[in-house]
C-alpha cells in the first residue's frame, strides 16, 4: 500500500500524503471488525504510549487478548458487540459466565478496562475527547504523530445510515459544518 501511494503522491491527481501515510503505518489488521479498528484509530490519535491490538495476557492460567492495549499503563480498550454474545440464551448464558470471569481476572491482575458500544461511536470527536482524558493522567499533551492521526470524517464517510457519526441526531441540520 505504501508503494502505491508513493506513485499516487507524484502523479497528477494527489491526496493528501502524509496523512495517508500515517494512517496506513497506524492500521492494524488485528482488529476483528470495523467497529474495533475505529476505536484503534481514536485511540492512536490521542495516545503517546505502544497500542497494541489482540493483545494476549495471561492470568490465573486463563489466556486473554485485548482488543486494544497499552501495555505500559495496563491499560484495556474493549468495543463490546453483541456478536460476542452468541446466538441463544444458552451461548448468552456462557458468554456472560466468561465475560464475568475474564473481566475479575484481568482487573485483579491489575489492569484497567474502558468498554465502549455502539453509542458511543454516535459521535466520534466525543469519543476521541473521552479517551484523551482516560489518557490525560498518563501524558500532558497528545504527541503532533498522534494528532496527525486524526481529522474530523467526511459527509461521504458519515450519515444517517452510516454506523459512526459525528454528532447524535444532528441529520438535515448540521451539514454546514463540513462546508465551513
Known sequence: ????????????????????????????????????????????????????????????????????????????FEFDGIGKLGKNEADFARAKRDWIQRENDLRGAGWTIYRFSWPDYEDLTQLRSLV??????????????????????TPACDGPERRFHMAANRWGTAREDYTR
Do not use: H
Open 1 to 76: 500500500m505504501l508503494a502505491r501511494l508513493e506513485e499516487r503522491a507524484t502523479g497528477k491527481e494527489t491526496i493528501p500524503f502524509r496523512r495517508a501515510k500515517r494512517l496506513i503505518v497506524a492500521a492494524d489488521p488485528g482488529c476483528d471488525n470495523p467497529a474495533e479498528a475505529a476505536l484503534l484509530w481514536v485511540v492512536k490519535s490521542v495516545s503517546a504510549f505502544e497500542v497494541v491490538t489482540q493483545f494476549e495476557i495471561v492470568v490465573n492460567g486463563r489466556r486473554y487478548f485485548a482488543d486494544i492495549a497499552i501495555p505500559g499503563l495496563m491499560i484495556i
Open 132 to 153: 484523551s482524558e482516560l489518557l490525560g493522567p498518563f501524558q500532558s499533551v497528545i504527541p503532533s504523530s498522534a494528532q496527525g492521526l486524526w481529522a474530523k470524517p
